[in-house]
């Protein structure tokens, strides 16, 4: 089966992206969720830093 997979983000209206992509038809609801969020993932790039406790800004 095909589906498709949308990323939106809520901060950015002009984001918009999306895949269509083969699964098996007999996946199980968690493994096609997986699926989905690796495929989101491959469009989007995100990260961390520590700051220091004075910088709030």
Do not use: C
Not at 8 to 29: M, R, Y
Request: hydrophobic residues 30%; glycine residues 4%; without cysteine.
């Amino acid at each position: 089966m095909k589906i498709r997979v949308w990323i939106q983000s809520p901060d950015n209206a002009s984001f918009n992206e999306d895949d269509i992509i083969e699964v098996p038809d007999n996946i199980s609801d968690d493994e096609l969720e997986e699926t989905a969020r690796e495929t989101a993932f491959e469009h989007i790039g995100w990260g961390y830093e520590r700051v220091d406790s004075d910088e709030n800004s």
